[in-house]
Structure formats: structure tokens, C-alpha cells
């Protein structure tokens, strides 16, 4: 252990291994935006780590106008629920907005145009969380209950811990990531998207409104972003503007990890990405942590481009 | 457009007379940048400390032009070659550097510009050859990776790099009956001259042989390749190319600034060189140029300009909010906004070359095309 991990033994390990999980779930939320706007237009959304940054921000904003900014003695359950649905509208409809003012027109352009308006996109929302909130980082109210599963179970003082945040993580993530899938297995508008991401032409020809279904690819990453924001404000306890570039970043590593356009893919890379990091943390400390993410990202693209999971597609 | 032509420009046989004027443009514009700082004092201004770090901005962008404009490679980790170069310099003539012989002997400062832009080059080389390779935008975020480490590697690697504190003194140019230090003007034709050299030789470069086999694999690789260009290596070069250019201009700015630290490296950087390149005319040396200044001119002079006038508007009409405007919050606003509105309106820029503009509006053309394909369908369908 201590020639791979000079940083820690077993135990932290562990510990570092239920860490990289919640923070997995939390990435591979926002790996799963990208993936499926990627899968569907090739379009590599730059903005999106931002618009989560701008999530954290609207539940800030729905929980101080609930009166909740200090934090409170019980978990107000339904605050957090609004505050959850508040923000993932909010990521939503402006995802939807943003590919209707600055990509649509551009969806038949040279590769590098959309990819160079997302870009501006994102510059936008970082100015505004910087206008909304300022430079410094705020901090988050701490609302769920501070309750420790294994030492209340085991009885033992370990450094392992599994608290409600995490189990509070893992339980919205999976859910969303599970009805994710059955919308794109089951309903129609599901099996629009995959027609369109097949083929656009094609499913252009049998009558589908392509418009309409990259739209709903938006509103949907979009929603899931929402959703990891709040989960990430809770879990961490504060945010800043300038939160959406590396968590975008590491999304995207994560969702080239599993294979971009791959929807399982990118929850596992997530997973994956998350477990990572945590290990980095531990075993050579806080500062090295996207050091190895990003090499990650760097070596997977060059050895293995279509990621653990995706298919071999070709240069258009 | 005829006082133009009775300029007593050298007339070459072939030149036509739209290369005639814009030789005479140029040679306007490069006789006023040399008289620049001998008459700036008759107007009162005082502008060339400004005008040093835009110049060489400009070269950075004429490099990255080579990269993106002319080989179609999105490079987003620009900067991070911009700080191998400046690192290079500090190591080869700073006394903070780890190697021991900087204490006794720095390097002289030209050849460790040459040093910088070799090793940026090789870095340039190291990271390309695997992922070139790659689909263009999988290329971007590559780069886009590597532009991140390497700040957040000088910023760990404290003994070595002297992390965030930074490194200094970095060695100066030597020039016989020039006094170096911080006088202005000797920087200023420097980066004057650098500025040159890389005009010329990224114009001579574009219609070389391997210029024309730039463009010909931006505009169609495998029609490209089916005629014998090899993409790979073509690109390639392109890259590291850019990437020595890169290593150069940091070199200088490391000896200018005198002290280079992580921060100077980020993302934004890199950004805002890309941004003088789409602004101007991707591909198009004149329009690099032209984009560079602008918006070099924009971020240093104008913004404090823009800002100074807002707050005594502010004063003057007792309006809180403009009191205390400071526009240089709001730039990555502005330069967002404007990324997309170009992306928009003008995606060839201010200046572009022909080709360029033909490209991006034939898919326009095929866009309109496809619409009105679209259109029928919905029709025949009702």
C-alpha cells in the first residue's frame, strides 16, 4: 500500500474510496450532460461545467429567500426539495436557451464555430456568477443531519465514514441517473434522440423535428446539472464562480473515460473519476488532484480515444 | 484609393495593385510604429509601456495563427508552451534557477531565446504526436488539459519553480551601446523587430509548399492525404511550430516582466489570443494583426479609458452606479459575448482571407439548403 498510496494506509484509503463515490455520483451528473449533447450533435458543450456553477447559485438564492441561509435545526426537507427543483428548471430552460441563441445556427458550420460560441457561452456565465455573488467563496448552509452510519453501526472509531450526505448523494444520483435511462429507453421523445443521434438526416426524413429533440437532449442535461449543483453545495458546503471550469473539466474527462456519447459510459467514468481523485488526495495530497485528472484525461484521449465503453466513430 | 497608388512604393513586376496597396499599407503602418515613440510625447500620450505587452501578444497570435488559422487545429493550451518558454528563460539565466551554473555564468539572453523556443518546440512535438491523430475537437480538450497542468505543475513543483512567489531576476538582452534596464524604448524596437521576423516568416511560411499543405488538410484531409500529404507530420509541424513561437514571445516577456509566476499562465491567456485570431480572421495575417490590436488595444488602454469616463459621468450626474464603474470586471462578459456574436454574425472575422469566407459561407448555403429541405418535408407531411 505504501509504494503505490505513500500518502495512507488501508483505512484512509477506504475512507477515500466512499468520498470518491458521492463525489463520483456528483461528477457523473454533470458527465452525463455532456455526453448526451455529444452524442447527439457532436458538440463538445464547453458552458456546461458553468451552468452547474450558476445551479449552485440558484439554489443559494431559493434557500435564502426560504429563510434558510444560516442553516436550521431540523432538515427542511421541503425547502431542499424546492431548492433541488428550482435549480434544475433554472439549469435546464437555460441550457435550452443557449442552444437556441448560440449553436443552432451553427449546427451545419465548420466544427470549430459552435465550439468557439460555447466557449463564449461560458465566459458569459462566469461573469455572471461573478456579478450575482462576487469573487469570494460563499459559503453553503449545512442542512442535512451530521449523522455517521459506521460508527453508529459498528460501534468502532474508525476514520471511515459514511454520513447522510453521502447517503443523501448517492440516493437523488441514482434515481435521476436510473429515470434518465428509462427516458431514453421507453418514450418516444427517447427514442427520438436516439434516431437523431443515429442519424440526423435520417430522422429528418421519417418526420421527427430534430429542433425539438436536441432541445429536449438540453433541457435534460441541463436538469441533471441543476440537481448535482445543490447535491455539491450540500455535500461541500460552499461554491464560487469560478467552481464550473474544473468541474467540467473533470466531467468531461469522466464522460470521455466511459466513452462520450455513451450514457452508461459516462455515469461509470464518473464513478471512476470520482474514485480517482479521492485516492489522489489521499495518497499525494490536495494540490495533485487535478494533475491527475487532467493526465487522465490527456492519456486516455491519446491511447484510448473511444473510452472504456464507446464505439469507434469516424472524422466527419 | 489613387494618392495610394503615386506612393513612391517599389513597383515589382508582378504586383497588382491590390498588392501594391497593401504594401503601401504596411510600410505606413510599420514607418509610424518606428516614429511612434519619438513623437507620442507631441500628443501628450504616454503609451508604450501598453503598447510592449500588446505587440507581443501579436506575435503570439501570428504563431497561433499558424496553428489554428492556417492548419485548422484548435489549440485551447496556448499558454502553457508561452510559460515553457518563459521557464526555460528563467532557468537557463535566473539566479533562483535549480541548475548551478546560473549562479557562476548565466546563459547569455539570445541564446536562451533560441533555448526557450527549441524546447517549447520539443514539448510542442511531445504532445502532438499522439494526439494529432484525434478528431479536431477531441485535440482541443488535449490541449485544453495540458494548458492546466503545466500552471498547476509550476505552481506544486516549489524547489524547482519557486511555485507561486514566482522567479526572478530573469537575465536581460545584451546589446552593445544600448543600456537594457528599465528604460522603454529599447524593449519597444525589440518587440518591434521580433514582431517583424514573425510577420515575415508566417507570411513566407503560408505560401510555401507546406503553407499550401496546411490549408489543403484543413479544408479536406483525406482529399489531402489521397494526393500525397502525409496529415500527420504536416500537421505536426504546424503544431510545434506554434508551440516554438509560443516558447519565443514568453521568453521575452519573462526578461520584460523580470518576474514570471504561474498566475501570469492560465487559461484566459490562452483565450484571449485565440479571440485576436477570430476577431481579426483566422487564417489571414493582416487580420491577425489587426485583431491583435484591437483587442490588445481594448484590454490595455480602453478598458481603464472606458471606465475612467463612466466614473465621472457617474460624478458629475451623481449617479451612484456609475460612480464606481469598473468595466474590467466585466471583461470576460465582453469577450464572451463577443466570441458568440462573431461565431453568429461573422465567423470569418474582421479581416478575413478570401478562402476562409468562402468555406464558411458555403455552409451557410448548404444550412439554407437543408432548411428549406426541412420545410417541404413538414409541408408534404400536413
Not at chain 2, 252 to 262: D, E, G, K, R
Amino acid at each position: 500500500m505504501q509504494v503505490v498510496c505513500p500518502g495512507g494506509s488501508g483505512e484512509l484509503v477506504a475512507a477515500a474510496l466512499i468520498i470518491g463515490l458521492s463525489n463520483g455520483a456528483l461528477i457523473a451528473l454533470i458527465a452525463l450532460g455532456y455526453t448526451l449533447v455529444y452524442g447527439i450533435i457532436e458538440l463538445i458543450n464547453f458552458s456546461h461545467g458553468d451552468l452547474f456553477m450558476l445551479g449552485t447559485f440558484v439554489a443559494l438564492t431559493v434557500l435564502a429567500a426560504l429563510g434558510l441561509e444560516g442553516g436550521a435545526a431540523e432538515t427542511p426537507w421541503l425547502a431542499l426539495i424546492a431548492a433541488i427543483l428550482a435549480a434544475m428548471v433554472f439549469c435546464g430552460v437555460l441550457n435550452m436557451l443557449a442552444e437556441r441563441i448560440a449553436y443552432r445556427r451553427l449546427r451545419n458550420a465548420p466544427r470549430l464555430a459552435p465550439l468557439i460560441s460555447a466557449i463564449g457561452v461560458s465566459f458569459i456565465y462566469i461573469n455572471i456568477g461573478l456579478f450575482w455573488r462576487g469573487p469570494s467563496p460563499i459559503p453553503f448552509p449545512d442542512l442535512l443531519p451530521d449523522f455517521e452510519f459506521v460508527r453508529a453501526i459498528t460501534g468502532a472509531d474508525t476514520l471511515i465514514t459514511f454520513t447522510t450526505k453521502d447517503a443523501f448523494i448517492i440516493a437523488t444520483a441514482i434515481p435521476l441517473m436510473l429515470g434518465l435511462g428509462w427516458v431514453i429507453k421507453n418514450t418516444t421523445m427517447g427514442k427520438a434522440m436516439r434516431a437523431v443521434a443515429q442519424d440526423r438526416e435520417m430522422a429528418l426524413q421519417v418526420g421527427i423535428d430534430v429542433d425539438k429533440v436536441i432541445s429536449f437532449t438540453f433541457l435534460l442535461g441541463g436538469l441533471l446539472a441543476g440537481a448535482a449543483a445543490v447535491m455539491h453545495g450540500l455535500y461541500n458546503g460552499n461554491t464560487v464562480f469560478t467552481l464550473g471550469f474544473t468541474a467540467g473539466l473533470k466531467a468531461f474527462t469522466a464522460a470521455v473515460l466511459g466513452g462520450i456519447g455513451n450514457v452508461t459510459g459516462a455515469a461509470l467514468g464518473g464513478f471512476l473519476l470520482g474514485i480517482l481523485g479521492a485516492m489522489t488526495v489521499t495518497c499525494y495530497g490536495g494540490e495533485w488532484e487535478n494533475v491527475g485528472v487532467f493526465t487522465l484525461l490527456v492519456v486516455i484521449l491519446v491511447f484510448r480515444p473511444t473510452g472504456l465503453l464507446g464505439e469507434e466513430t469516424p472524422e466527419r | 484609393m489613387k494618392i495610394l497608388g503615386r506612393l513612391p512604393v517599389p513597383r515589382l513586376p508582378d504586383m497588382s495593385d491590390a498588392d501594391q496597396k497593401r504594401a503601401a499599407i504596411f510600410l505606413g503602418a510599420l514607418a509610424f510604429a518606428i516614429a511612434y515613440p519619438f513623437i507620442e510625447g507631441m500628443f501628450g500620450l504616454r503609451l508604450q509601456t501598453k503598447l510592449i505587452p500588446v505587440l507581443l501578444f501579436i506575435v503570439l497570435a501570428l504563431g497561433l495563427n499558424v496553428v489554428v488559422g492556417f492548419a485548422g487545429l484548435l489549440d485551447l493550451g496556448y499558454a502553457a508552451f508561452f510559460a515553457i518558454g518563459a521557464y526555460t528563460v528563467a532557468f537557463m539565466t535566473s539566479s533562483e534557477s535549480p541548475f548551478a551554473f546560473t549562479d557562476t555564468s548565466p546563459m547569455n539572453f539570445w541564446l536562451a531565446m533560441i533555448v526557450a523556443a527549441i524546447v517549447a518546440g520539443i514539448f510542442g512535438v511531445l504532445l502532438g504526436a499522439p494526439t494529432l491523430r484525434l478528431r479536431g475537437d477531441y485535440l482541443a480538450i488535449v490541449t485544453l488539459g495540458f494548458g492546466e497542468i503545466v500552471p498547476l505543475v509550476i505552481r506544486n513543483a516549489h524547489e524547482v519553480t519557486k511555485g507561486t512567489q514566482g522567479m526572478k531576476p530573469i537575465g536581460f538582452p545584451e546589446l552593445p551601446f544600448v543600456k537594457w534596464g528599465f528604460a522603454t524604448e529599447p524593449w519597444y524596437f525589440l518587440v518591434l523587430g521580433i514582431l517583424l521576423l514573425s510577420i515575415f516568416l508566417t507570411s513566407r511560411l503560408q505560401r510555401s509548399r507546406i503553407g499550401r499543405a496546411w490549408m489543403a488538410i484543413r479544408e479536406d484531409e483525406v482529399a489531402a492525404s489521397s494526393i500525397g500529404i502525409n496529415p500527420v507530420t504536416t500537421k505536426l509541424f504546424a503544431f510545434s511550430l506554434g508551440a516554438s513561437f509560443s516558447g519565443f514571445a514568453g521568453s521575452v516577456w519573462a526578461s520584460y516582466l523580470q518576474v514570471i509566476s504561474p498566475d501570469q499562465f492560465q487559461f484566459s491567456v490562452s483565450i484571449f489570443v485565440l479571440l485576436m485570431i477570430v476577431i481579426g480572421g483566422m487564417g489571414n495575417i493582416p487580420g491577425v494583426i489587426v485583431g491583435g490590436l484591437i483587442l490588445g488595444g481594448f484590454d490595455r488602454v480602453l478598458t481603464d479609458a472606458i471606465s475612467g469616463a463612466l466614473r465621472t459621468l457617474g460624478s458629475t450626474f451623481d449617479i451612484a452606479f456609475l460612480r464606481e464603474a469598473d468595466i474590467s470586471r466585466a471583461r470576460t462578459l465582453i469577450y464572451g459575448t463577443a466570441l458568440v456574436a462573431l461565431m453568429l454574425v461573422r465567423p470569418e472575422g474582421i479581416l478575413p482571407s478570401a478562402r476562409r469566407k468562402m468555406e464558411l459561407h458555403a455552409a451557410e448555403e448548404d444550412e439554407g439548403e437543408a432548411a428549406q429541405q426541412r420545410e417541404t418535408l413538414f409541408e408534404s407531411q400536413r
